[in-house]
């Protein structure tokens, strides 16, 4: 039995000591190179503080060295925190300050944003230099270090967006990782033969899996150069270029390849595993890639932040219609899902409720923030015997006849419109499954009363085209009365369609 993830690393560097364990812009480290360098930080960071299990901030672009800082950081019994060097200053200051004076990892070029962010200069550690000041490392001493850890102490904190402007810090376990991480490994069995194709910022919790299956098998990771992203042709050329036949990718990633049909244009056989989660995927785009690649494995994840990165999962076998919705299966090894009615019942076949979940998956709660933490992790409603947590994940969802969880979306994304209930990822769904809909976004605007779409698509369609196709597929009152094209939908760091900035922009007052 595992008690830290550190377990994955010290037993793959034994076996493929000289294998590629990631590869950047930079360059490429072997597995000995990461275990080698990740304790040099470790020595760095114990000659800098003496703490244990307390957060670590990385302030690094998206890199090898981001990956060797956060081992070095576990090496050192504490937590690593992976910040976004591209945030704005008013985040950094938020999360400095939630985590109270933190020692931050990071390079020189990022000093002078540290430290008018409140971070004290003596707790910046500069990466390069480190690697120079711990030329001799005291291997034995460093992972005693590391031996302390026990498996419901912190790994990581991840900060997501809070509804106040305030960042919460979300701490998940290494209990939670290696469950998920060993689930993981015999669900999709890798074999150690992946070559795995990384879109996720560090930020994100979906390049957790990313992470850890290398560091457990024996897989190479490929850090995939952001700006091959924004040209879906130039990513799939280099994915074919790299041999890369393994990736977990958001849909927005997956929807542009569709759209541009990139996959038309460039071969991609060596794609075999082809994994997504962060938001709905559309079978319309779907369809496209199993079409071109046919063999391919195709799996559907799902979860919050807050619960070790994703709770259910789907492998996609049989054949959806473009407007079918595609589910999110079924829940991962060790861990349960609730789907719980307003009245906390749980909801029968075909009933919606809010998607809960409970098990060694759940995040610790968030950092430095009990209220918040109160209120979304609580008694499982269901019994009153013991202590039982859950997660509330404020999605709404059903399963369907056949035992599948079907997500419908977010509690705050289901309006009442006309005086009828409305999930506005339904009309999201049957607009995807339009001709020259490319991609789109259903808001509601509450002053005015109006459910309003916005889509990234073909300039010949037209207003009076769209609600002619939609006539046959939605009630009347769930067309959209506002339709406005853009010529590119705004994402976040992340990925994802950034619906706030749309609100910001086009709701105005």
């Known amino acids: 039995m595992k008690t830290n993830v550190l377990e994955y690393l010290n037993n793959t560097m034994l076996h493929h000591k000289d294998k590629t364990a990631v590869l950047d812009q930079n360059g490429r480290l072997t597995f000995w190179e990461l275990f080698n ?26 890199s090898a060295d981001s990956i060797v800082a956060f081992l070095g950081i576990l090496y050192s019994g504490n937590i690593y925190v992976p910040m976004d060097t591209k945030a704005p200053a008013a985040r950094v200051r938020g999360i400095v300050e939630n985590l109270e004076n933190p020692i931050i990892v990071t390079s020189l070029e990022h000093y002078d944003a540290l430290l008018e962010s409140g971070v004290q200069s003596q707790n910046l ?114 994915v074919a ?28 056989d060596c794609l075999e595993k082809i994994l997504f989660a962060g938001e709905i995927m559309p ?83 968030y950092w430095n923030n009990p209220a918040k933490s109160a209120e979304v992790f609580t008694q499982n409603p269901l019994n009153n015997n013991y202590f039982d947590r859950i997660y509330r994940t404020g999605d709404f969802a059903y399963v369907n006849t056949e035992g599948e969880i079907i997500f419908l979306g977010r509690k705050d994304a289901q309006i009442k419109h006309m005086g009828y209930r409305i999930e506005l990822g339904d009309i999201e769904t049957t607009l995807l499954s339009l001709e020259g809909i490319h991609n789109t976004c259903v808001l509601y605007n509450k002053d005015r009363q109006e459910i309003t779409m916005f889509y990234e698509g073909s300039s010949e369609l037209t207003k009076a085209q769209i609600r002619k196709e939609l006539v046959p597929l939605l009630p009347k009152y769930m067309i959209p009365a506002k339709i406005h094209r853009m010529d590119k939908l705004p994402m976040n ?6 619906r706030p900035q749309i609100v910001k922009d086009w709701f105005k007052e």
């Open 37 to 62: 360098c990740a304790q040099k930080i470790s020595q760095v960071i114990k000659q800098t503080a003496d703490v244990i299990c307390k957060p670590i901030g990385v302030f690094l672009p998206k």
């Open 125 to 238: 550690i500069n990466i390069e230099q480190a690697y120079d000041d711990a030329m001799d490392i005291d291997h034995d001493k460093v992972l005693a270090y590391s031996e302390t850890i026990i498996d419901t102490d912190p790994v990581y904190i991840i900060y997501t967006s809070g509804s106040t402007g305030i960042p919460k810090g979300v701490v998940v376990s290494h209990r939670g990782v290696i469950d998920y991480i060993d689930w993981a490994v015999e669900c999709f069995d890798m074999t150690g033969k992946e070559i795995i194709g990384s879109q996720a910022p560090f930020y994100f919790d979906n390049s957790t899996l990313d992470i850890y299956l290398c560091l457990a098998t024996g897989a190479t990771l490929v850090l995939i150069p952001e700006q091959h992203f924004a040209f879906p042709i130039r990513l799939m050329e280099y």
């Open 241 to 268: 270029e790299q041999n890369i036949n393994f990736i977990f990718w958001v849909p927005s990633v997956m929807i542009n390849v569709a759209n541009t049909r990139a996959l038309d244009h460039v071969r991609v």
């Open 283 to 365: 079978n319309r785009h779907l369809n496209y890639w199993r079409q071109c690649l046919p063999d391919a494995l195709y799996a559907n994840l799902y979860g919050p932040t807050e619960i070790t990165v994703d709770c259910t999962y789907y492998i996609v076998q049989k054949e959806f219609d473009d407007n079918d919705r595609l589910p999110i299966g079924f829940p991962c090894r060790n861990t349960d899902v609730l789907i719980l009615t307003e009245d906390n019942r749980e909801a029968g076949v075909g009933e919606q409720g809010e998607l809960c979940v409970r098990g060694t998956s759940l995040a610790l709660g």
């Open 493 to 498: 760091k992340n990925g994802k369609i950034d």
